[in-house]
């Protein structure tokens, strides 16, 4: 019996290609090499199932142009990258890799919450640019973690780990907005508040955004909501480049209409704007919230599981249609 064929599109962990080798005839891309749109669809052809990244984009150009595609797994909980529907109306199976990031992610936004406060990453620098020649009473005095009010847009599983480290570790008083209302035993678990949006943004100490993003979540933070923060706020953004206007962003960092910002992810990353680069009340990583080697390795693994359940004939672990 042939083997089905599949393309891995961008380099992940050699022990999943070689469990990927046990089922199908893998072409990867192990080098890691960026693929215009138009080689992405020639490495496509042939092909039956393709592991994609959350930068690999399928839509209904890349769906037309290859007939044969039966499954694209993500490796990523999210999946704006890809046209759901229009795999839907393709017939091609939809597959992301939610669960076994979030306990990761979540620890990531509150690392990225602290080191924003504390301002660890601005006081780093001064430091190893040899500027440290006193103690003074002031010096990187940022905001409080424990006992603040910390506001979460969007939810989900990755914004509820969130609430209980807020809540059960540092006593933080907890808000939250989301599209639905979370269950009455989730609120309670997560001893977290609902609240409409705006009062969100005019009362939490620190606004966390874990939102998934679509055209309707687009700038959900602009500059009008920046208004709306208090002027002691940061804002961390750990969802999706284009959640919030960076732009907007960048000029309320600048005159301190927010204090500070923490952000993992970036509107046409990665390039950053460059005022974000200059700004110090910033801290910028790399969008790496679920990068520890087991969990990359979880998410690598589930996204093969689908590959191979859909095209053995099995129904898939985590569709998304
Ligand atoms: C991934 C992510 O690292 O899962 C997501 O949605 O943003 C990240 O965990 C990235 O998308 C790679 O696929």
Same mark, same amino acid.
Not at 254 to 274: C, N
């Given at each position: 019996?042939?083997?089905?064929?599949? /393309?891995?599109?961008?380099?992940?962990? #050699?022990? $999943?290609?070689?469990?990927?080798?046990?089922?199908?005839?893998?072409?990867?891309?192990?080098?890691?090499?960026? +693929?215009?749109?138009?080689?992405?669809?020639?490495?496509?052809?042939? =092909?039956?199932?393709?592991?994609?990244?959350? !930068?690999?984009?399928? *839509?209904?150009? $890349?769906?037309?142009?290859?007939?044969?595609?039966?499954?694209?797994?993500?490796?990523?909980?999210?999946?704006?990258?890809?046209?759901? *529907?229009?795999?839907?109306?393709?017939?091609?199976?939809?597959?992301?890799?939610?669960? $076994? /990031?979030?306990?990761?992610?979540? &620890?990531? !936004?509150?690392?990225?919450?602290?080191?924003?406060?504390?301002?660890?990453?601005?006081?780093?620098?001064?430091?190893?640019?040899?500027? +440290?020649? @006193? +103690?003074?009473?002031?010096?990187?005095?940022?905001?409080?973690?424990?006992?603040?009010?910390?506001?979460?847009?969007?939810?989900?599983?990755? %914004?509820? %780990?969130?609430?209980?480290?807020?809540?059960? %570790?540092?006593?933080? =008083?907890?808000?939250?907005?989301?599209?639905?209302?979370?269950?009455?035993?989730?609120?309670?678990?997560?001893?977290?508040?609902?609240?409409? @949006?705006?009062?969100?943004?005019?009362?939490? *100490?620190?606004?966390?955004?874990?939102?998934?993003?679509?055209?309707?979540?687009?700038?959900?933070?602009?500059?009008?909501? /920046?208004?709306?923060? @208090?002027?002691?706020?940061?804002?961390?953004?750990?969802?999706?480049? !284009?959640?919030?206007?960076?732009?907007?962003?960048?000029?309320?960092?600048?005159?301190?209409?927010?204090?500070?910002? !923490?952000? &993992?992810?970036?509107?046409?990353? #990665?390039?950053?704007?460059?005022?974000?680069?200059?700004? #110090?009340?910033?801290?910028?990583? #790399?969008?790496?919230?679920?990068?520890?080697?087991?969990?990359?390795?979880?998410?690598?693994?589930?996204?093969? &599981?689908?590959?191979?359940?859909?095209?053995? %004939? @099995?129904?898939?672990?985590?569709?998304?249609?």
């Amino acid at each position: 019996m042939t083997q089905p064929k599949i /393309l891995v599109a961008r380099a992940v962990f #050699p022990e $999943v290609i070689a469990r990927l080798e046990q089922h199908f005839v893998v072409e990867s891309n192990q080098l890691d090499d960026n +693929w215009t749109k138009a080689q992405f669809i020639q490495k496509l052809q042939g =092909k039956q199932g393709v592991f994609t990244t959350g !930068g690999d984009r399928i *839509d209904a150009e $890349v769906l037309a142009a290859c007939p044969g595609l039966k499954i694209c797994a993500n490796m990523s909980v999210g999946y704006n990258n890809f046209d759901v *529907d229009a795999m839907t109306q393709a017939g091609v199976t939809a597959t992301n890799a939610p669960d $076994v /990031l979030t306990e990761t992610t979540a &620890d990531f !936004g509150f690392a990225l919450l602290m080191a924003t406060a504390r301002r660890m990453t601005e006081s780093e620098h001064y430091l190893r640019a040899g500027k +440290w020649s @006193k +103690w003074s009473f002031d010096m990187f005095a940022g905001s409080d973690i424990h006992g603040s009010t910390l506001g979460i847009l969007g939810m989900g599983r990755i %914004g509820q %780990g969130i609430a209980r480290r807020g809540a059960h %570790g540092f006593g933080m =008083k907890v808000i939250y907005h989301n599209r639905s209302r979370l269950s009455a035993e989730l609120e309670t678990d997560c001893k977290a508040t609902y609240v409409g @949006k705006e009062e969100l943004l005019k009362t939490a *100490d620190h606004v966390m955004l874990v939102l998934p993003y679509s055209p309707a979540s687009h700038h959900t933070i602009g500059a009008a909501e /920046l208004s709306l923060m @208090k002027p002691t706020a940061t804002l961390v953004n750990i969802a999706r480049g !284009g959640i919030v206007d960076d732009a907007a962003l960048a000029s309320a960092l600048a005159a301190r209409r927010i204090a500070a910002a !923490g952000l &993992d992810v970036f509107e046409g990353e #990665p390039k950053v704007h460059p005022d974000l680069l200059t700004i #110090p009340n910033v801290v910028l990583t #790399p969008h790496i919230a679920s990068a520890t080697i087991p969990t990359r390795l979880a998410m690598a693994n589930l996204a093969a &599981d689908n590959l191979i359940a859909v095209l053995t %004939g @099995k129904k898939p672990l985590t569709p998304l249609n």
